[in-house]
Nanobody
């Protein structure tokens, strides 16, 4: 069964850090570009970051550039999103997804999401 599972969300104070994980089962994650997204209540889904499958190139939205870092561990079949200097406006449900070919292209599979809440 092809599945993506996010984990690592939680409650953190402003300025804190979290590391989200996106673990794949049923397929090899390194063969796909992987993106991280978030959606806050009442807002549209926002693309945050992507890591390519070919050369590991990474891309970031301006809203998270310099604070978030995407990486992959092929041995663990997992992609990570390290989030530092978190702000209350980072509060959202965070999702990972595969792209069928390249970052920004057609989507493949989605995870179920993990809640991140930034609050004092």
């Amino acid at each position: 069964q092809v599945q993506l599972v996010e984990s690592g969300g939680g409650l953190v104070q402003p300025g804190g850090s979290l590391r989200l994980s996106c673990a794949a089962s049923g397929f090899t994650l390194e063969n796909y570009a992987i993106g991280w997204f978030r959606q806050a209540p009442g807002k549209e889904r926002e693309g945050l970051s992507c890591i390519s499958s070919s050369d590991g190139s990474t891309y970031y939205a301006d809203s998270v550039k310099g604070r978030f870092t995407i990486s992959r561990d092929n041995a663990k079949n997992t992609v990570y999103l390290q989030m530092n200097s978190l702000k209350p406006e980072d509060t959202a449900v965070y999702y990972c997804a595969t792209y069928l070919r390249v970052c920004g292209g057609d989507f493949g599979s989605w995870g179920q999401g993990t809640q991140v809440t930034v609050s004092s």
